[in-house]
């Protein structure tokens, strides 16, 4: 194959960088000298999507640790009240914040605040969810 003197240049410049990262270089011909290149840049790019796939992976991982600071509160509805028979969870980091977001969402026309479905009777008492107001 024909190479001009940019190429020839160039496959200098690889042989050279590869002697000082420790790989024996010296004697390659230009032809295995483009196959290394070939396969560095291949290399490359594979690790380039491998990094942005950890970046996507440490973001959703991210995301998951702040949901798992929060946790569930559920809070009812009082028998004559709209909502009777029903229960809301919310996601948040403490009571007081779960209690917050409870109020600017239903005001304080609601029942109670419990830990657990359990505590909040939701099998005792057959209530059900509430998704969206």
Same mark, same amino acid.
């Given at each position: 194959?024909?190479?001009?003197?940019?190429? =020839?240049?160039? %496959?200098?410049? =690889? @042989?050279?960088? %590869?002697? =000082?990262?420790?790989?024996?270089?010296?004697?390659?011909?230009?032809?295995?000298?483009?196959?290394?290149?070939?396969? %560095?840049?291949?290399?490359?790019?594979?690790?380039?999507?491998?990094?942005? $796939?950890?970046?996507?992976?440490?973001?959703?991982?991210?995301?998951?640790?702040? &949901?798992?600071?929060?946790?569930?509160?559920?809070?009812?509805? #009082?028998?004559?009240?709209?909502?009777? #028979?029903?229960?809301?969870? =919310? @996601? $948040?980091?403490?009571?007081?914040? $779960? @209690? @917050?977001?409870?109020?600017?969402?239903?005001? &304080?026309?609601?029942?109670?605040?419990?830990?657990?479905?359990? $505590?909040?009777?939701?099998?005792?008492?057959?209530?059900?969810? %509430?998704?969206?107001?």
């Amino acid at each position: 194959m024909s190479r001009d003197k940019e190429q =020839i240049a160039l %496959l200098d410049d =690889i @042989r050279k960088q %590869l002697v =000082i990262l420790g790989y024996p270089a010296e004697d390659m011909s230009y032809d295995e000298l483009e196959n290394v290149a070939e396969a %560095l840049v291949k290399l490359i790019g594979m690790l380039g999507q491998m990094f942005d $796939a950890l970046g996507e992976t440490a973001v959703i991982f991210a995301e998951l640790a702040c &949901t798992l600071e929060e946790r569930s509160y559920y809070f009812t509805f #009082g028998q004559d009240q709209k909502h009777s #028979g029903k229960y809301v969870a =919310i @996601r $948040a980091e403490d009571f007081h914040s $779960a @209690r @917050r977001k409870m109020v600017k969402r239903f005001g &304080t026309m609601w029942a109670g605040q419990y830990e657990s479905k359990q $505590a909040a009777g939701v099998e005792r008492y057959g209530l059900e969810e %509430l998704h969206d107001e």
